[in-house]
């Protein structure tokens, strides 16, 4: 297949056959995508389905515990399973650069099938695009989703039944992927240990639903980080938040990483992170649950919501003081999904 | 690591804030002059815990906030130039000029690279010697001596393409004209990263001639803290000196490499500072013996003398004579998305930091 992408790989000839055939039915194989069909035919058992779509530019493409492949899988994955779906279906499309290598095309497309095979999610359709060198960077991947959902979820996607006294818990460490990738950039020298927490979730979410826990609301926190959902719910739902600063996950690396370069990692990127708001009475049931899932080791209660002050989200810090979380303006750091 | 944890400890804080109010009673006006102060003190709410007649004033302290628009009109104008490479500190980009910003020029194709250590932008000249790279050199004792290395690396590698912006500024003649002005300061939260280049006795002047007493501070809460209770304790005691809580980092004769290379490379000059105007010795140039490295001697740019924004108060907030929620504009038209003075722009600014934390 020679060493680098052509132009001609996304000509629709020969080359562009071949190119799905050898790489893409290769490693997404199922009888839905071998099928070559203009449209994927999809059954699904529910007349409700969720459907979404997000497109990855990550730079470097490759960094500490995944790449953009992986990340765009589990995304989208994560983007289904918030709103209670159960994900299904995925579409995948490359955008890649003129002379782009071969060798790392493979080893994103085969983590795209290891996750699609991991989150039990079928790849059905899909498509290849080249653009001449320099008019775009590497490789861009567009991913859409379909999950089918049971009507008794519907108001988690609309969060429509949070009250004063609901518990607000996350599954997890914040600010992992926004550092891993900041570190990956090799920049001013940095070495850490950082890691990606890029997952996907749906089955941790999934356990937790299935356990009947009362859960009002699920987002993941992707760009700009727990502080943006936070500020975007309190905003819109007039309520009000207050989160306790030490009751939030942070790795001691991350936390230092942000100390010294200046972000604040209620900021800062995940893609393995999701923020549930439930009943307080169930709220220790959750966790137990999700501690039960490796995806949620290191889950907490981090705060409630409030009648007070309404459409603000007040942060105890460590040391008892109170301070506002606001919305992120500008961009904290670029290209992180 | 692991100090983090512990200069944030709950229980202390509240033993510092009991002995803080056992002090006294009287009004008491403390001014920090460090961006990262700033940053510090709304970040971890301290202001909610402090007695009410401790009254915290955010001065002059971050460096994107005191430069002036002529110098972000001269960087664009710089940005302009065919061949150049503009590299700087992340968030100059935003901080608004006359017309634009150097963020607006970066969309319109100016080649403009945030970077983090004057290292990479030496090594962005070793890679691109068919271009010319400018470096905006801005903030205080603290960056100046990194700036003054990357210049004499230069000059040992005899690079021809690297050139300084340097609006480098010294805090100590800023500190004395806020007092000169008549504002109300009982105190000085003095620098924390600052001194650890100059060491304490650059503020000696400051209660020698002033009776005003300056507090070197760390960054974490508990040092924060600490430092107003030792302001307090002198104000209190009436014997105002230099102190230095932060001892982890500050020696009293700081950093005296550091100093040498600034001594090898700056000379001072009068600066101009938003909110205070012309300061007399408050600024860095680069000297004769390094001055094929000075832009501003060997690239040529025009620049109007312009009009500072009507409305804006900034100049006051730094001066400490008002708050930001007191300018019209605050939360208005000037939010940190769409910042019209330069105390909205930077994290370590003081209306950025109120609007985020202290709405």
Redesign the interface.
């Known amino acids: 297949m020679g060493k680098n992408i052509l132009l001609e790989h996304g000509s629709g000839g020969i080359i562009s056959l071949n190119l799905i055939k050898e790489m893409f039915i290769k490693y997404f194989d199922n009888p839905v995508l071998n099928k070559q069909t203009d449209s994927a035919l999809l059954s699904t058992e529910s007349d409700l389905i969720s459907f979404t779509t997000d497109s990855y530019v990550v730079d470097p493409l490759f960094f500490p515990g995944g790449n953009i492949g992986k990340l765009a899988v589990c995304g989208t994955v994560n983007d289904l399973a918030v709103s209670g779906a159960i994900p299904k279906f995925i579409s995948v499309s490359f955008i890649l650069e003129e002379g782009f290598s071969f060798e790392e095309l493979e080893l994103i497309v085969s983590s795209i099938a290891d996750e699609a095979k991991k989150s039990e999610v079928m790849i059905v359709t899909g498509d290849t695009k080249v653009v001449n060198r320099g008019k775009c960077d590497k490789l861009f991947i567009n991913t859409s989703g379909i999950g089918i959902l049971n009507k008794k979820y519907k108001h988690i996607s609309t969060c429509d039944n949070i009250i004063p006294g609901d518990k607000i818990i996350i599954n997890g460490t914040i600010g992992d992927h926004g550092m891993a990738v900041m570190a990956a950039r090799d920049?001013?020298g940095f070495k850490t240990d950082i890691k990606t927490d890029c997952a996907s979730l749906n089955f941790l979410i999934r356990d937790v639903l299935d356990a009947n826990c009362n859960v009002k609301f699920i987002r993941d926190a992707t760009r700009g980080g727990i502080a943006t959902i936070l500020c975007e719910l309190t905003e819109k739902m007039n309520i009000g938040i207050e989160i306790e600063e030490s009751a939030v996950p942070v790795r001691?690396?991350v936390?230092?990483m942000c100390?010294l370069?200046?972000f604040?990692p209620f900021y800062v990127a995940n893609e393995g992170k999701v923020i549930m708001i439930t009943s307080a009475e169930d709220a220790e049931r959750v966790v137990e649950v999700m501690r039960q899932n490796e995806y949620g080791a290191d889950c907490s209660v981090i705060g409630e919501i409030t009648g007070n002050h309404i459409g603000?989200t007040i942060?105890?810090?460590?040391?008892?003081?109170?301070?506002?979380i606001?919305m992120l303006?500008?961009e904290q750091l670029p290209r992180i999904c | 690591m692991q100090y983090i944890d512990e200069y944030s400890d709950r229980k202390f804080a509240g033993l510092i804030i009991d002995r803080i109010s056992s002090l006294t009673s009287k009004e008491v006006s403390l001014m920090e002059v460090c961006g990262g102060h700033t940053w510090a003190i709304q970040k971890y709410g301290i202001p909610s815990l402090l007695p009410s007649n401790i009254r915290l004033l955010s001065g002059p302290g971050c460096p994107v906030c005191v430069t002036s628009k002529k110098y972000i009109d001269k960087a664009i104008a710089y940005s302009r130039l065919s061949n150049v490479i503009i590299t700087t500190y992340g968030d100059l980009i935003r901080v608004p000029g006359s017309s634009s910003t150097l963020n607006e020029e970066k969309s319109k194709g100016a080649d403009i690279r945030i970077i983090y250590s004057i290292l990479d932008a030496l090594q962005i000249a070793r890679k691109h010697p068919e271009k010319r790279i400018i470096f905006l050199g801005i903030g205080f004792e603290t960056t100046a001596p990194a700036s003054a290395a990357g210049i004499v690396n230069a000059s040992e590698e005899k690079l021809t393409n690297f050139f300084l912006f340097s609006s480098h500024k010294i805090m100590p003649p800023a500190m004395a004209a806020l007092i000169e002005e008549g504002i109300t300061i009982d105190g000085y939260i003095a620098p924390g990263h600052v001194s650890t280049i100059t060491g304490s006795h650059i503020y000696d002047d400051i209660p020698a001639k002033y009776g005003v007493g300056c507090v070197i501070s760390g960054f974490e809460p508990l040092d924060i803290l600490q430092s107003i209770y030792l302001l307090v304790k002198q104000i209190k005691e009436n014997n105002f000196r230099v102190e230095i809580q932060y001892r982890r980092a500050v020696k009293p004769e700081g950093n005296i490499k550091a100093q040498e290379i600034m001594k090898e490379v700056f000379t001072l000059r009068d600066d101009w500072w938003r909110g205070l105007g012309v300061l007399e010795n408050s600024g860095l140039m680069i000297n004769e013996k390094y001055c094929e490295f000075d832009a501003e001697k060997i690239l040529q740019v025009n620049v109007e003398d312009l009009i500072e924004e009507k409305g804006c108060i900034c100049g006051d907030i730094l001066k400490g004579l008002k708050t930001p929620s007191q300018c019209g504009l605050f939360k208005r038209q000037c939010t940190p998305a769409n910042p019209i003075g330069a105390c909205m722009v930077s994290n370590e600014g003081a209306c950025n930091a109120f609007y985020r934390f202290n709405r």
């Open positions: 920049f001013a001691e690396a936390r230092g100390e370069l200046g604040d603000k942060l105890r810090t460590t040391i008892g003081g109170r301070r506002i606001e303006s500008g």
